[in-house]
Structures are given as C-alpha cells and as structure tokens.
C-alpha cells in the first residue's frame, strides 16, 4: 500500500454513491491486530484487568482512615499531619496522570501501566516500614503518582477497543471499580488495623499492587495504535519538520508537506464522532521512531483546555468529584462524633453511598450509550458528542435535592438507617450523572482520549483537594446541614454548566476545530 493510500484510507458509504470515497477516521485508521474487532472474551479479559487495577485509586484514598488514630499515637504526630498525608496523596493522584497520559500516548499502555504499579508498590512497601511521619507523607505522595495512571490510562484503553456508542457501558463497568474501592477500603483498612496494625494496611497494598503487576505483565495485550493517536502524530510532525530543516535528502526519501498533511480538498466533512480526519500518513509513522525524550505533557494538555466545552465540562466534573469526597470524609467524622460508631461500623455505613454509586455508574452509563444510539438514529444517522449528555437530565432534578436532604438529616441526627437511603441516593444521582460526563470527554477528543482523561483527573484531583482541606472547618462552623445546603447550590450550578455543554457545547468545539487546523495550516 502507497503512503497516498493509506493517508487516504477509505471505505464506502450507504448514503454516498457508490464511487465516491468517503475518509476514515483517525480512530478507525488501518492498524496491525485492530483492537476494536478482537473478540469479546479478550477485551472483558482487559477490562477485568483494568478494572482490578483502578480500585488502587479508591482504596487508597480511604484505606488509611480507620488506622489514622493508631498512625498518629504510634509515630507522634499530629492530626493535621495525618491530613496533610490525604490530601497530598489526592493531589499527586490529580497532577501526574497528565504524564502518564503523554508517555503513554509515545511507548504505549503496557509500559506505563508496569512501570507506574512499580512506583506503587515500592511507595506501599516503604510506608509498612516506615517510622515517621514525614516518610509515610513522602511515599503517600509516591503511591498517589502510581496509583494515578491507572485510572486514566484505563480509560484510555477502553477507548482503544471500544466505539463511541459502546463506550457509556464499559465506562460505568470500569468506573464501578474504583467506586466500590472507597467502600472497601473503609472495612479492610478497619479490619486489619484491629486484627493486625496499621502498617497490615500498606502490606495489604504491596500484596494486591504485586498481584495486578503480574496480570499486566502476563495477560495485557497492549491496545494503543500509534496512527490513531493525535498526539503521537503532533510530536513526528514536528520531528519530520526538523528532520527536513536540518537534513539534505534524496527526493525518494524524503517526505513532503504535502505527504504530512492531508490535502484539504480531499477531505470529507462530517459531524459525526466517528468521523475525524487523519493527518499522517503510515509511511510517516512507519519511518521515524519516537522516544522518551519527546514526551512533553504540556501542548496536549493546554490543547485539551484551550476549547470552551472542554474547560465547562471539567469544571463540572472537579466539583462532582470533590462533593464525593467531602461526603465520604464528613460523614465518617459524624458518625464518629455524633453516633459513636467505630471505625468498622462507619465503613458500613459508607458502603451504602458505594453501592449507590456503582449501581449509577453502571445503569448511568447503560442509559448513555441507548440515548446516543436513539438520537443519532433520529438524526440521520449522524451522531456528536453532545448527544450523551442527554442522559443526564433524568438525575439533574434529584441530586441537588438528595444532597440537601442528607445534610439535615445528619444535622438532625435521626436514625442512622435514614442516612443510609440519603447515602444511596446521593452516590446514585452524582454518579449516574459523572459516567456521561466521563464517556463525553473521551468522545469529544477523538485522537487524544488519554490526555483528556488526564486532563480529568488534574482538575478532578486539585478541586477534592480544596474540598477535602475545606471540609471539617465549614462542618464545624455551619455544620453538615449548612454545609450540604451549599453542596447542593454548587450541584445545581454544575447542572446548568452540563446543559450548556450539551446545547452550546457542538459550536464551541466545531469552532476550536476549525481554529486549530488554521494554525496547523499555517505552519
């Protein structure tokens, strides 16, 4: 096959005639072993996988806070000491993502997954041992970095082997993980600390990092395709221009501007998700190597966040993310303080907004994927990513509602069984609504689902650390009534900035399209 033919690669389209060409995409541009047509019983063994490892993240986050009193008489230290070890790890959990993103998007899936559960499982193993505070911080801080790519190159991956109308599914499935891992991380890290110590915490940690490193290394087939990846494409145009700049080449060897960029007249306009358009040719990719050294996170990254619906939809998902937090980190105190419930009779408790939470990832996710396949089937045909969040509507009105309902009744102290059904709800709602936001950011960035992700994952990161610092005082001064009451003022502002993505949304990112193939032409 000639570079001009598979820059060109085509298929044949119904509503086209029968001689007309219409251009691939690059997520369906032709690959060796394409993942998304590998059977089924090879992608639920990557899901299962990536799954496992994505509950790192939850247990992490939660598996200490049982143990932080006998961690705090043992080393001699403070509780906001202990805190700072929290948040910390949630903001190196938010931060490094954005660079696994950009390594994974060079060398593939696999080398970051091994290379970042290492970093994991070294960073457990050292807080087992250590004896002061200041080294369990540190290897917090190394724990979060791991345990960080996980998620986002989970997703990633899912977008590897997955269509746009399959992937509100799998998300809510992948996404499951995680959310059960707050919930479990509460029992465990209660029952080892009073069966064991605290440090059978962190043991426990290096045991199931060791497990999942073995399952990458022996059962993961790597899904990344370098030609459907936009970044890996951005970083060997630029290498191509040096190379032309610096270099005498002979006319048969050498690659052309015109081979670098799809003629503009050939190109097929669409409006579908699935339809965006290649840039460089095989033959490129085929020819020049890329290295370590050519990872740099920032250009993606400020790619993601220079388009308006991006930005929107972000900010929306920081602030779900970082009511999450607050709730499982409040409610454990109130229970605490105001029912005196122990640290295994909390994790309890907290079980019912996971279970809440994974039943709305995956009926939220499900109930995504049918209403992107009825309206695109109602449209023509024609799909975009803003269809997705349709799906949200149906949990708009309830959350904020649930969320003030279950700060007065804390605040009330009735029966604890009331909390429960609160709990439920609100991790129900929040959640259902967080897995269409999820699957449309991946949508919505064809080409670059892992910097997005990550992208995520910064904001997700940096608005629960403001939030988990922020918690206890405000709970202490209007307590958990008042404080959930403004929780459910900000869950209504993040429904509106969701309905603006999805009625302004298209535009937006239509026009930052456009803007940024001007630029790229102008090159």
């Known amino acids: 096959m000639t ?10 389209s119904g509503s086209k005639s029968s ?10 541009a032709v690959v060796e072993d394409d993942p998304r047509i590998w059977s089924n019983a090879k992608k639920n063994v990557v899901v299962f996988i990536v799954s496992g490892a994505s509950m790192i993240a ?22 906001g000491d202990i805190s700072l070890s929290l948040s910390l790890y949630i903001l190196a959990q938010g931060i490094f993502p954005m660079f696994w993103s950009a390594i994974s998007e060079i060398k593939g899936r696999k080398a970051v997954y091994l ?13 087992a041992v250590s004896r002061t505070i200041g080294v369990v911080i540190s290897m917090r801080i190394l724990q979060g970095t791991g345990g960080s790519a996980v998620l986002t190159i989970g997703a990633a991956t899912l977008a590897d082997i997955y269509e746009p109308h399959q992937r509100g599914k799998m998300m809510g499935i992948f996404y499951a993980a995680p959310l059960l891992g707050p919930s479990l991380g509460s029992i465990i890290g209660g029952a080892l600390t009073q069966g064991l110590s605290w440090r059978a915490i962190f043991w426990f940690l290096v045991i199931w990092g060791g497990v999942i490193f073995l399952a990458f290394l022996f059962l993961f087939k790597d899904t990344f395709r370098k030609e459907r990846s936009t970044t890996y494409q951005d970083v060997l145009k630029r290498r191509l221009r040096e190379q032309q700049s610096s270099e005498v080449k002979d006319d048969s060897s050498n ?36 290295s370590i050294f050519d990872v740099n996170p920032f250009p993606p990254y400020l790619s993601v966040i220079s388009r308006k619906n991006n930005i929107a939809i972000l900010i929306a998902s920081g602030l779900i993310h970082a009511f999450c937090f607050s709730i499982m980190y409040t409610c454990a105190r ?65 959350l904020p509602l649930s969320v003030i309902g279950y700060g007065w009744v804390c605040q009330e102290r009735v029966n604890v069984a009331a909390m429960c059904v609160m709990l439920f709800l609100v991790g129900f709602l ?26 995520n994952s910064s904001f997700r990161g940096s608005f629960a650390f403001v939030a988990t610092e922020i918690a206890v005082p405000l709970q202490d001064s209007i307590g958990d009534g008042g404080l959930y009451t403004l929780w459910a003022g900000l869950m209504v502002i993040t429904n509106c900035i969701i309905l603006l993505v999805l009625y302004k949304g298209r535009k937006w990112r239509e026009a930052s399209a456009e803007r940024e193939k001007r630029k790229l032409d102008s090159k």
């Not at 907004?353 to 995504?368: A, D, E």
């Not at 929040?430 to 992208?455: K, M, P």
Request: glycine share 6%.
């Open 334 to 398: 109130t229970l605490s303080m105001h029912y005196n419930y122990d640290a295994l009779k909390t994790s309890l408790v907290l079980l019912a907004y996971g279970i809440g939470s994974i039943s709305g990832s995956m009926l939220g996710g499900r109930w995504s994927d049918r209403t992107l396949v009825r309206l695109k089937a109602a449209n023509g045909g024609i799909s975009f990513p803003e269809m997705r969040l349709e799906s949200t509507k149906v949990a708009m009105v309830w």
């Open 58 to 79: 939850g247990l992490c986050a939660n598996i200490q806070n049982p143990a932080n009193a006998q961690i705090e008489q043992q080393l001699h230290t403070s509780s």
């Open 19 to 28: 001689n007309e060409p219409v251009k691939l995409d690059i997520e369906h």
């Open 3 to 12: 570079s001009q033919e598979t820059s060109t690669q085509t298929h044949m």
């Open 255 to 290: 690659i052309s501007e015109k081979e670098l960029q799809v003629n503009v007249e050939d190109q097929t306009s669409s409006n579908d998700i699935e339809a965006q358009p290649t840039v460089i040719p095989a033959s490129a990719i085929r020819e020049v190597q890329l």
């Open 115 to 127: 290379f970042s559960l290492v970093l994991f499982t070294l960073g457990s193993a050292i807080v």
């Open 430 to 455: 929040s959640i259902w609504i967080y897995a269409s936001t999820l699957a449309y950011i991946v949508d919505a960035n064809t080409g670059r689902s892992s910097t997005a992700v990550a992208t």
